[in-house]
């Protein structure tokens, strides 16, 4: 059963950084790409990041330069540096791992902005 649990979210003023941890667990093989997606509430559940594992990344235009998405490939684990953190930020951020045509989510956690 793949399994994937985030943390590291949490309260936080407008400037701070936070860093978010994933790891997807009860695959013998590697996961294709990872990334995290975040939803605000009252609107749709978006991109914010994304990693194959070959380490290409790509980022939503509103994150670049702000957010650094990175994986342990030997763990399955991903992480989400973000950086001068501002209050649109604040959502559920999901992780998500893809394994061959599978796509599994993380339960999310919440990150929120203070002006």
């Known amino acids: 059963q793949v399994q994937l649990v985030e943390s590291g979210g949490g309260l936080v003023q407008a400037g701070g950084s936070l860093r978010l941890s994933c790891a997807a667990s009860g695959s013998t093989f590697n996961f294709n790409a990872m990334g995290w997606y975040r939803q605000a509430p009252g609107k749709q559940r978006e991109l914010v990041a994304t990693?194959?594992?070959?380490?290409?990344?790509h980022y939503a235009d509103s994150v670049k330069g702000r957010f650094t998405i990175s994986r342990d490939t030997a763990t399955n684990t991903v992480y989400l540096q973000m950086h001068s953190l501002k209050p649109e930020d604040t959502a559920v951020y999901y992780c998500?791992?893809?394994?061959?045509?599978?796509?599994?989510w993380g339960q999310g956690t919440q990150v929120t902005v203070s002006s």
């Open positions: 990693i194959s594992t070959g380490g290409n990344t």
């Open positions: 998500k791992a893809v394994l061959v045509v599978w796509d599994y």
